[in-house]
């Protein structure tokens, strides 16, 4: 199983970003998916999570209203539009899968924050300047 993120870059405040995770065709079709970030010396954070039909979707409050998550199953893609970026939102950010029992896409949040989703790529960094 690969997860390949990519769309990283560095922006000044305000502006924007797309981040893109490329993932199987089984985790495209079936999985719950999201994003999560981590900058160094702070906690790791469920950013956005959403279920393999997009019907349930949810946001970080930091977050909400400024990122959009989505994906594209058959192009086996994840997306992250990230707008209004600002400071605090420089990390690392991550794309994650899961498919436990009973798993919804805020149970995702939590599951991303404490660092063990089933399947996690490699990262791509963010960073907004002032």
């Known amino acids: 199983v690969h997860l390949v993120e990519s769309g990283g870059g560095s922006v000044q405040t305000g502006g924007s970003l797309r981040l893109s995770c490329v993932v199987s065709?089984?985790?495209?079709?079936?999985?719950?998916m999201g994003w999560f970030r981590q900058a160094p010396g702070l906690e790791r954070e469920g950013v956005a999570a959403?279920?393999?039909?997009?019907?349930?979707?949810r946001y970080a409050d930091s977050v909400r209203g400024r990122f959009t998550i989505s994906r594209e199953n058959a192009k086996t893609t994840l997306y992250l539009q990230m707008n209004s970026l600002k400071p605090e939102d420089t990390a690392m950010y991550y794309c994650?899968?899961?498919?436990?029992?009973?798993?919804?896409?805020?149970?995702?949040?939590?599951?991303?924050?404490?660092?063990?989703?089933?399947?996690r790529g490699q990262g791509t960094q963010v960073t907004v300047s002032s």
């Open positions: 065709e089984e985790i495209a079709s079936t999985y719950y």
């Open positions: 994650a899968a899961d498919l436990r029992p009973s798993l919804t896409a805020l149970r995702l949040l939590g599951v991303m924050r404490r660092g063990d989703p089933a399947y």
């Open positions: 959403m279920d393999s039909g997009g019907k349930d979707i």
